[in-house]
Structures are given as structure tokens and as C-alpha cells.
């Protein structure tokens, strides 16, 4: 019988438009593994990893000061004004009131995923604007947190959160999507403050059913 993270894994990898997915289980070293087109991490600072993730999988901790992960150059991962989905679990430590970021690409006109000082999830065009803006405030440490950005060139302006459409505003910033990748920071700033499991950046704009199925067996389900 599988687990619950090997029923998550297969889960992400059998969907279609998959660009990358980190599910953030490595134990040591400096690089964090890819599972579709070897698009493998790089670690500036000194992560805790192999912590314990939702559901039986593992996480890396982020210290919110100077540990971050860039993600290699490639045309996988240059996708435009959309459709795309950024995704990942999160659990606070700390940082709550400030700008930080779950996944990020800049350059200006990239994308990211960012908990902002309001402690509200929202989908940004760096250096331009939020082209989706949560409602949830989230300050807890207790509990993983599983949220999803969406947008595709025209109408779909998603933030998704633990199995609901969190979605309380939407603006028409366009992605031009260049720029270096990150994952817990924007890039020597705006550092995240927790833990972080289970990347996934897809060229599809995802929907809620897909999120909550997500939901539901990344918690054990």
C-alpha cells in the first residue's frame, strides 16, 4: 500500500502541464531535488531540512534571515502571462507583518506567491502589481497551510487556500515572466520565516477541484 506522500507524489506527477516539483524531502547537501525535468534547487544559507512535512512527507525549514533555494534557468519554467499555477504547503514559524515570499521569479513582470504584511496569500507580478489578493489572514504556527496562485492570460485570477477559493480581489497585471526563480525569498530579501513542502509550478491554471483533491490527500486523505 503507498503512503500518504508517495499517493501526494503520484498525485502531482500525474498532472498534466507539470514544470517542476519539489517535494523538499532532502536530508543534507546543498541541492534540492526535482522530480520531472531535473530542474534540481540550489541552497544559499543553512536550511533545517528533513523536517517533518504534512502527512508523512518532509519539509525544509527557512530561518526568515538569509536561507533561500534558486532554481536553475530553463525554458520549462519561462511561462509567460499564463495560464499558470504556483502551489505549495507552508507552516509558519514566525514572521507574521511582513512582505515575505513562497515562491518567487523577478526581473520584473515575473510571478510570485507572496504572504504579505497583512498576512494575506496574494499572486504578484513583481515590481508591478497582485493580480489575485486572498481574504485569509494567517498567523498560526500550529497547523500546514496548502495554498495555490492561478492565472492564465484572460480571465482566471486565483488564490486558492486549504481547500477553498480564498480569492477576494483581482487585477489585470501582465506577466512577462522573466527573470531568476525562487523559493522562500525574493531573492536575497523578503525572507520566509517557516517551513516549506511540496513545490509545484505547472503551465496550466489549475482549478479549485484540483486543489482541494490536493488538500485532501496531501493531509492524509
Known amino acids: 500500500m503507498l ?5 501526494y507524489r503520484d498525485l502531482v506527477l500525474s498532472t498534466g502541464q507539470l514544470r517542476a516539483f519539489y517535494e523538499m524531502d532532502d536530508s543534507s547537501g546543498t541541492r534540492i ?3 520531472v525535468n531535473g530542474l534540481h534547487g540550489t541552497i544559499a544559507g543553512t536550511p533545517t531540512m ?3 512535512g504534512p502527512a508523512g512527507g ?4 527557512f530561518d526568515g534571515t538569509a536561507v533561500q533555494i534558486s532554481l ?8 509567460g502571462d499564463g495560464p499558470f499555477t504556483l502551489e505549495c504547503w507552508f507552516k509558519l514559524t514566525g514572521g507574521t507583518g511582513a512582505n515575505r515570499k513562497l515562491i518567487f521569479r523577478g526581473g520584473g513582470g515575473g510571478c510570485s506567491m507572496d504572504p504579505r504584511s497583512d498576512n494575506v496569500i496574494h499572486g504578484g507580478v513583481p515590481d508591478t502589481g497582485f493580480y489575485a489578493d486572498g481574504t485569509t489572514g494567517i498567523t498560526d504556527t500550529a497547523r500546514w497551510h496548502f495554498a495555490s496562485v492561478v492565472k492564465d492570460a484572460l480571465t482566471i485570477r486565483k488564490v486558492y487556500l486549504d481547500g477553498k477559493d480564498d480569492t477576494a ?3 489585470a497585471f501582465t506577466a512577462t515572466n522573466v527573470g531568476s ?3 522562500g525569498s525574493a531573492g536575497g530579501a523578503e525572507f520566509f520565516t517557516g517551513y516549506i513542502a511540496r513545490v509545484g509550478i505547472y503551465a496550466a491554471a489549475l482549478d479549485l477541484t484540483a486543489h482541494r483533491i490536493r488538500w485532501a490527500v496531501g493531509l492524509g486523505g
Open 3 to 7: 503512503t500518504a506522500a508517495e499517493r
Open 33 to 35: 531535488r526535482e522530480a
Open 50 to 52: 528533513g523536517r517533518d
Open 58 to 61: 518532509a519539509a525544509i525549514q
Open 72 to 79: 536553475p534557468a530553463s525554458t520549462k519554467l519561462d511561462l
Open 169 to 171: 480581489a483581482v487585477s
Open 181 to 183: 526563480w525562487f523559493i
